[in-house]
Structures are given as C-alpha cells and as structure tokens.
C-alpha cells in the first residue's frame, strides 16, 4: 500500500511504491482486469491464499482495488478489479506525493514542479 513514509525510490518499478506482493497483485489484477484471491495465488505461485487474501484487504483498504461480491454457482466468493488502469493509479499516488511534498516545502515543490515540466517541453 502506498504511505508516503514507505516510498523507496532506490527500488525498481511499482515495488517503489508497493510492496513486493501488492506490485505483483496490481499486476495480475491489470493482465486480468478482474479476478479472485484464488486465481490470483494460482497466478503468483509462490504465494499463498492467505498471504494473497491479506494483501487484498489492504489493497481495497488504500483504494487501489476493489471487490464484490459473487453469489454465482451456489457459492459466496469476492471478485477483486483494480480501481483503475495503470496510468490512473500513477496519477492517484503521484496526486498523494505531490500533496505531502507541497505540505512539507510549499512553493518549492511548485517551483521545481514547474522546473521539470519545462525541460519536459524543451525535450
């Protein structure tokens, strides 16, 4: 889950943002579009249903997924989708950075957030 005090930018990919396993459940959840804890440990092998179940929960928890319920097949069973695309989920976590950093440094960061757009521009 994303907290601003666990981002590590040394790290590659969404695993600067998430956990190892929330990095890898997006992931399914993306390739998949929707599926349930029980695919998903299919599709992460080395993972378990409870360590996939968990992590869920604290997807849907931070806003990143979400579930409902499926009473199909005499059966109760969660159906997990990602809240949004991968560029959607960029946007929320960097919407969530930029608000902590503007918190910490103010027009600093509205300064440098200006900085980066015109080199972007000059690129």
Same mark, same amino acid.
């Given at each position: 889950?994303?907290?601003?005090?666990?981002?590590?930018?040394?790290?590659?990919?969404?695993?600067?943002?998430?956990?190892?396993?929330?990095?890898?459940?997006? +992931?399914?959840?993306?390739?998949?579009?929707?599926?349930?804890?029980?695919?998903?440990?299919?599709?992460?092998? /080395?993972?378990?249903?409870?360590?996939?179940?968990?992590?869920?929960?604290?997807?849907?928890?931070?806003?990143?997924?979400?579930?409902?319920?499926?009473?199909?097949?005499?059966?109760?069973?969660?159906?997990?989708?990602?809240?949004? /695309?991968?560029?959607?989920?960029?946007? +929320?976590?960097?919407?969530?950075?930029?608000?902590?950093?503007? /918190?910490?440094?103010?027009?600093?960061?509205?300064?440098?957030?200006?900085?980066?757009?015109?080199?972007?521009?000059?690129?």
């Amino acid at each position: 889950m994303v907290k601003i005090e666990r981002i590590s930018l040394n790290k590659q990919g969404l695993t600067k943002f998430f956990s190892p396993n929330e990095a890898r459940i997006m +992931k399914v959840l993306w390739e998949l579009s929707h599926s349930t804890s029980a695919e998903i440990t299919r599709e992460c092998k /080395d993972l378990s249903l409870p360590c996939v179940a968990g992590t869920l929960d604290r997807l849907v928890k931070s806003g990143f997924a979400r579930r409902e319920i499926d009473q199909s097949e005499n059966r109760v069973r969660y159906i997990y989708y990602p809240t949004g /695309d991968r560029r959607e989920i960029g946007v +929320k976590i960097s919407e969530r950075i930029i608000e902590s950093l503007i /918190d910490t440094f103010g027009d600093a960061t509205i300064d440098t957030l200006g900085k980066i757009n015109g080199r972007r521009k000059n690129e």
